[in-house]
Protein backbone atom coordinates (compact mmCIF):
# COMPACT_ATOMS: atom_id res chain seq x y z
CA UNK A 1 0.00 0.00 0.00
CA UNK A 2 1.47 3.24 -0.98
CA UNK A 3 0.63 6.45 0.99
CA UNK A 4 0.95 10.35 0.01
CA UNK A 5 1.16 13.04 2.65
CA UNK A 6 1.72 16.93 2.33
CA UNK A 7 2.24 18.23 5.90
CA UNK A 8 3.87 16.48 9.09
CA UNK A 9 0.49 16.24 10.63
CA UNK A 10 -0.26 14.14 8.02
CA UNK A 11 2.64 11.76 8.39
CA UNK A 12 1.84 11.99 12.20
CA UNK A 13 -1.47 10.66 11.76
CA UNK A 14 -0.95 7.89 9.61
CA UNK A 15 1.55 6.85 12.12
CA UNK A 16 -1.34 7.25 14.61
CA UNK A 17 -3.91 5.02 12.69
CA UNK A 18 -1.42 1.96 12.05
CA UNK A 19 -0.88 1.93 16.26
CA UNK A 20 -4.65 1.44 16.76
CA UNK A 21 -4.31 -1.61 14.75
CA UNK A 22 -0.75 -2.80 16.39
CA UNK A 23 -0.53 -5.97 18.03
CA UNK A 24 1.73 -7.83 20.44
CA UNK A 25 4.91 -8.82 18.91
CA UNK A 26 4.48 -7.00 16.27
CA UNK A 27 8.17 -5.22 14.59
CA UNK A 28 7.67 -2.48 11.61
CA UNK A 29 10.70 -1.42 10.28
CA UNK A 30 11.02 2.27 9.31
CA UNK A 31 13.68 3.41 6.67
CA UNK A 32 13.99 6.93 4.93
CA UNK A 33 16.63 9.14 4.86
CA UNK A 34 17.41 12.18 6.86
CA UNK A 35 14.60 14.43 7.18
CA UNK A 36 11.97 12.81 5.63
CA UNK A 37 9.73 12.51 8.68
CA UNK A 38 10.77 9.33 10.31
CA UNK A 39 10.52 11.00 14.20
CA UNK A 40 7.02 12.32 13.05
CA UNK A 41 5.95 8.57 12.16
CA UNK A 42 7.04 7.65 15.18
CA UNK A 43 5.88 9.67 17.26
CA UNK A 44 2.07 9.62 16.19
CA UNK A 45 2.53 5.86 16.37
CA UNK A 46 3.48 6.43 19.90
CA UNK A 47 0.39 8.57 20.52
CA UNK A 48 -1.88 5.91 18.69
CA UNK A 49 -1.05 3.35 21.21
CA UNK A 50 -2.06 5.63 24.24
CA UNK A 51 1.58 7.22 25.06
CA UNK A 52 1.56 10.75 26.56
CA UNK A 53 5.28 10.89 27.61
CA UNK A 54 7.77 12.79 25.07
CA UNK A 55 8.85 10.76 21.98
CA UNK A 56 12.14 11.27 20.54
CA UNK A 57 14.87 9.26 18.34
CA UNK A 58 16.66 7.34 20.85
CA UNK A 59 19.95 7.61 18.76
CA UNK A 60 22.67 7.67 21.60
CA UNK A 61 20.65 4.75 23.65
CA UNK A 62 19.73 2.79 20.48
CA UNK A 63 16.72 1.85 22.39
CA UNK A 64 13.81 3.41 24.49
CA UNK A 65 11.13 1.78 26.14
CA UNK A 66 8.08 3.30 26.58
CA UNK A 67 5.00 0.73 29.34
CA UNK A 68 2.54 3.54 29.40
CA UNK A 69 0.73 2.89 26.06
CA UNK A 70 -2.07 -0.18 25.44
CA UNK A 71 1.48 -2.45 24.42
CA UNK A 72 4.88 -1.86 25.62
CA UNK A 73 6.69 0.27 22.74
CA UNK A 74 9.94 -0.37 21.82
CA UNK A 75 11.20 2.43 19.52
CA UNK A 76 14.96 1.87 18.35
CA UNK A 77 17.21 3.71 16.31
CA UNK A 78 20.34 2.18 15.19
CA UNK A 79 21.56 4.90 12.62
CA UNK A 80 24.68 4.83 14.46
CA UNK A 81 25.60 1.00 15.13
CA UNK A 82 28.91 0.30 14.18
CA UNK A 83 28.32 -3.34 14.25
CA UNK A 84 25.08 -5.53 14.08
CA UNK A 85 26.74 -7.41 17.24
CA UNK A 86 25.43 -4.01 19.27
CA UNK A 87 22.04 -5.17 18.80
CA UNK A 88 22.81 -8.59 21.33
CA UNK A 89 23.79 -5.94 23.76
CA UNK A 90 20.79 -3.79 23.95
CA UNK A 91 18.85 -7.16 23.94
CA UNK A 92 17.73 -7.07 20.96
CA UNK A 93 15.98 -10.29 20.27
CA UNK A 94 14.15 -10.19 23.84
CA UNK A 95 12.29 -7.04 22.40
CA UNK A 96 11.45 -8.22 19.19
CA UNK A 97 10.38 -11.29 20.90
CA UNK A 98 8.53 -9.76 23.74
CA UNK A 99 4.68 -8.70 24.04
CA UNK A 100 5.14 -5.14 22.48
CA UNK A 101 5.48 -3.64 19.64
CA UNK A 102 9.10 -2.85 18.20
CA UNK A 103 9.53 -0.04 15.72
CA UNK A 104 13.11 0.19 14.27
CA UNK A 105 14.31 3.23 12.57
CA UNK A 106 17.46 2.83 9.99
CA UNK A 107 16.15 -0.94 9.75
CA UNK A 108 18.33 -1.31 6.42
CA UNK A 109 21.29 -0.82 8.70
CA UNK A 110 20.54 -4.16 10.46
CA UNK A 111 18.74 -6.63 7.67
CA UNK A 112 20.54 -9.71 8.39
CA UNK A 113 19.22 -9.77 12.16
CA UNK A 114 15.57 -8.59 11.03
CA UNK A 115 12.80 -11.21 11.67
CA UNK A 116 11.40 -12.52 8.20
CA UNK A 117 7.60 -11.23 9.59
CA UNK A 118 7.77 -7.68 9.49
CA UNK A 119 5.60 -4.28 8.44
CA UNK A 120 8.43 -2.50 6.22
CA UNK A 121 7.53 1.20 6.01
CA UNK A 122 9.50 3.59 3.27
CA UNK A 123 9.09 7.00 3.60
CA UNK A 124 10.54 9.04 0.35
CA UNK A 125 10.48 12.74 -0.39
CA UNK A 126 9.51 14.06 -3.98
CA UNK A 127 10.69 17.78 -3.79
CA UNK A 128 8.84 17.88 -7.30
CA UNK A 129 5.54 17.04 -5.60
CA UNK A 130 6.47 20.11 -2.72
CA UNK A 131 8.55 20.39 0.55
CA UNK A 132 6.32 18.71 2.51
CA UNK A 133 5.51 15.74 -0.08
CA UNK A 134 6.09 12.16 1.42
CA UNK A 135 5.44 8.55 0.21
CA UNK A 136 4.83 6.44 2.68
CA UNK A 137 4.93 2.64 1.42
CA UNK A 138 3.84 -0.14 3.75
CA UNK A 139 4.49 -3.88 3.15
CA UNK A 140 3.46 -6.49 5.24
CA UNK A 141 6.36 -9.24 5.19
Do not use: C
Amino acid sequence: MTLETRSPEETFQIGMNLAKQARPGQVITLTGNLGVGKTIFTQGFAKGLGITEPVNSPTFTIVQVYESGRLPFYHFDVYRIGDVGEMDEVGFDEYVMGEGVSLIEWANLIEEILPERRMEIIIEKDLEQGFDYRRITINEL
